[in-house]
């Protein structure tokens, strides 16, 4: 039996890219409170579901607040807890 080997070897380079938070970086206007509705309607979906991390840009810290701030809202009915059409 023959095996046939690669011509080339496929190597993926990794480039991590640093991100930083979006909430508590420097230059950031944005304050985390759930009275503040249209801030917060930013980190939500239009199902009524809260963004991820990766997709809000966030530490794990602040993403925390905006879960507890989005949950305090639903609540309080400033946020609706799903959207109806």
Request: hydrophobic share 35%.
């Amino acid at each position: 039996m023959v095996f046939k080997t690669p011509k080339y070897k496929s190597r993926k380079r990794i480039i991590k890219k640093i991100t930083v938070c979006r909430i508590c970086g420097p230059n950031s206007t944005i304050k985390v409170d759930h009275k503040n509705i249209p801030q917060l309607q930013r980190f939500v979906t239009s199902q009524g579901k809260i963004l991820s991390r990766k997709r809000l840009g966030t530490c794990a810290g602040c993403q925390n607040k905006v879960k507890r701030a989005v949950k305090r809202a639903r609540f309080m009915a400033f946020l609706p807890f799903v959207q109806l059409y």
